[in-house]
């Protein structure tokens, strides 16, 4: 009989924290799911927290306000704590098969019913790892790519006894934290990617062994050339394009030859003492005295404008990226401010947003128009709240924005939160006159200032008209509540030449 596997996922057992634990950790907390963490290290939770920190900082980045409310982080005392109301288990073990398989039995008898298990495995067989479970059904594997909260693929593999609700259910929770899921479809050592990867190491290895390059040409004969265009294109259609009208038959034929040229050596040279110490000696000048959490920041950083880049093409990363902000903002649970509300200042929160892909100019920076569509969305919030909002618009009547002043004093990049705060400074029987400050992320930097004076009209007979009484005491309220507020000096400004 089928067991009975939800796909309802509330609360994710970590069982492994070191790098790719912790970044699965990461990556679950941070799109709003709970985690339970075990890890026999004594220092996993600053690991652990160090991790988190430089994910959340990364995901804002890429993802801004569209975030929910992250999930809670504890470290349980043992692995049966860890899973045992467990809803998935992502299982991040060292890479030693008499260790996996005899965990792995531990986590299927400490979880719920319902629980699945997910192996990072980067190439050891499912069906040798669940050899030891009672109910081997429910494991599958899940290999992702350091870092896991930020790279979206993961390869899906399942052992002879994984069920296919299983698989589904692990592609389900895999693309609701916004991965790309690439199904395995035979087991196979190593699965897709890290056989490609190695083949690329085996040969890296010989080239430094052979005195040809250093890791430091090795690294730039990737990262400046087909490193660039693997991520977005990999390897088939790039050279398919490298075909030309003929496409990929004419590449075959044309390069095909090449293949049966002795170039490269698959099988991997010994890693003697004296290659390893000539390996780590060439990675420590590359490195140049920078330390790992450097590295990481400028790593993610890297990785956040190259899929913030991808995703203005709706290609590749870029379109996993796009898909998963539409879902996270399609579900609600964004941890930003309810828009409209009003903050402790009295200021009314009318934007609340990050600055998106379509809206940056050739400088890299918010684009002057969207400045203009960010306040007018702020002036739309404030006039449904005082009752003018589509429905009023619709049977006939409006207020026109007669009169703009725009002072823009910083810069917004992609991926940068940003929110509008606004005042109603007056608001007589026709007018309303409202002011705007945009800020910038945690540091609340005011970067644009927007002064608006709107007239209330009869759309119908094309002239100003008296706004209802209730909508005048509305704004009413508005205006008493922030009259405590210092005016700014924004306020009233005018363009001129100094005199």
Request: hydrophobic fraction near 45%; charge should be negative; proline fraction near 4%.
């Amino acid at each position: 009989m089928t067991p009975d596997i939800r796909p309802e996922i509330n609360r994710v057992g970590i069982v492994g924290g070191g790098v790719i634990g912790a970044g699965w950790a990461a990556r679950f907390v941070l799109n709003g799911i709970d985690v339970s963490i075990y890890d026999p290290d004594p220092e996993i939770e600053r690991k652990t927290t160090a991790v988190i920190a430089n994910a959340r900082r990364a995901l804002t980045r890429l993802f801004g306000n569209a975030l929910p409310a992250e999930g809670t982080v504890t470290f349980a005392a043992s692995l049966q704590d860890a899973v045992r109301e467990a809803d998935f288990i992502q299982e991040s073990l060292p890479e030693r098969e008499d260790l996996k398989i005899r965990l792995l039995a531990e986590m299927d008898a400490a979880m719920p019913a319902h629980a699945v298990i997910g192996s990072s495995t980067s190439g050891l067989l499912p069906t040798k790892l669940q050899s030891g479970m009672a109910r081997p059904d429910r494991l599958v594997v899940g290999h992702p790519f350091n870092p896991v909260y930020l790279l979206p693929l993961v390869e899906i593999c399942g052992g002879d006894q994984t069920s296919q609700q299983t698989r589904d259910i692990a592609a389900a929770v895999y693309t609701r934290i916004g991965m790309k899921v690439l199904h395995v479809r035979k087991e196979i050592d190593g699965f897709i990617a890290d056989r490609l990867l190695e083949a690329v190491w085996r040969e890296a290895l010989w080239l430094i062994n052979d005195g040809i390059a250093t890791a430091s040409e090795i690294d730039d004969a990737v990262r400046f050339g087909a490193g660039m265009r693997w991520s977005f294109m990999g390897t088939f259609l790039v050279y398919r394009l490298a075909g030309g009208e003929d496409g990929m038959r004419h590449f075959l034929h044309q390069f095909g030859p090449s293949m049966e040229w002795p170039w490269t050596k698959l099988i991997g040279p010994k890693l003697t003492d004296e290659l390893i110490d000539t390996i780590s000696r060439q990675s420590d000048e590359q490195a140049g005295g920078i330390d790992l959490r450097t590295y990481e920041k400028l790593r993610d950083d890297c990785l956040v404008d190259l899929t913030h880049a991808l995703e203005r093409n709706d290609f590749a990363s870029g379109q996993v990226a796009r898909a998963h902000r539409a879902r996270l903002v399609a579900t609600g649970k964004s941890a930003a401010p309810a828009i409209g509300s009003i903050r402790d200042d009295g200021q009314m929160l009318t934007i609340a947003c990050a600055v998106q892909p379509e809206w940056i100019d050739y400088n890299e920076h918010l684009t002057e128009y969207c400045y203009l569509k960010l306040f007018g969305d702020g002036t739309d919030v404030v006039l449904a709240a005082i009752g003018a909002g589509a429905d009023y618009v619709a049977a006939g009547h409006s207020w026109y924005t007669v009169e703009t002043h725009i002072r823009h004093l910083g810069q917004a990049r992609l991926g940068d939160a940003v929110e509008v705060r606004t005042r109603v400074l007056a608001c007589d029987g026709k007018r309303l006159h409202l002011f705007h400050e945009m800020v910038r992320g945690a540091e609340e930097a005011v970067i644009a200032t927007a002064e608006h004076m709107l007239v209330h009209v009869d759309a119908a007979a094309e002239k100003s008209a008296p706004a209802p009484d209730a909508m005048r005491a509305a704004a009413a309220v508005l205006v008493a509540g922030q009259a405590h507020l210092p005016p700014s000096d924004s306020v009233g400004r005018q363009i001129r030449m100094p005199g």
